[in-house]
T-cell receptor, first 109, second 115 residues
């Protein structure tokens, strides 16, 4: 099956700093999503981005499908950004997703 | 829109008992629901895919007789952990997807502790 690798596994930032999270995948995908899991366990959709670039406030994401990676950018980080960020990919929109191991982000005040 | 609920959010049970977890799509009809489990500090592992009106498809290594899944309507799927044991203690999360829509929406999860 498809392999998904996320880096770095852990990231500690000072409030206000910027960061880049990476997701590499081993095969062509038609579906890629970024999620934020908050400290209570709730997964929040950030982006559906099988290719191209999207922005939503302080967050943006870019997927280069031909090179099999996606990047999530967080600018001017806030303590509420803390949590685990997951990348999930699928071969098709109807198919099941494979999750990466996540990046645990800690933003310190 | 696209809200998914789970009930209960927390459950503690004795070893050997069965526990049922409900997953509901509140404002849309979900043609497909997924069930995941997550151990502490780990990623989500897909357990099964559930399509309304048909039998669930289980991932390799997941015991279908232990984890019973019923997707009786377009808004409700249930996961029953039968004869639960301490090693079944985990965080169980469901997600729902609408046909033709790419994103899946997650419920808040259910924490199961088997004593």
């Amino acid at each position: 099956g498809i392999q998904v690798e996320q880096s770095p596994p852990d990231l500690i930032l000072q409030e206000g700093a910027n960061s880049t999270l990476r997701c590499n995948f081993s095969d062509s995908v038609n579906n890629l999503q970024w999620f934020h899991q908050n400290p209570w366990g709730q997964l929040i959709n950030l982006f559906y981005i099988p290719s191209g670039t999207k922005q939503n406030g302080r967050l943006s994401a870019t997927t280069v499908a031909t090179e099999r990676y996606s990047l999530l950018y967080i600018s001017s980080s806030q303590t509420t950004d803390s949590g685990v960020y997951f990348c999930a990919v699928a071969y098709s929109n109807a198919g099941k997703s494979t999750f990466g191991d996540g990046t645990t982000l800690t933003v310190k005040p | 829109g696209a809200v998914v609920s789970q009930h209960p959010s927390w459950v503690i049970c004795k070893s050997g008992t069965s526990v049922k977890i409900e997953c509901r799509s509140l404002d849309f009809q979900a043609t497909t629901m997924f069930w995941y489990r997550q151990f502490p500090k780990q990623s989500l592992m897909l357990m099964a895919t559930s399509n309304e009106g048909s039998k669930a498809t289980y991932e390799q290594g997941v015991e279908k007789d232990k984890f019973l899944i019923n997707h009786a309507s377009l808004t409700l799927s249930t996961l029953t952990v039968t004869s639960a044991h301490p090693e079944d203690s985990s965080f169980y999360i469901c997600s729902a997807r609408v046909a033709g829509v790419e994103t899946q929406y997650f419920g808040p999860g259910t924490r199961l502790l088997v004593l």
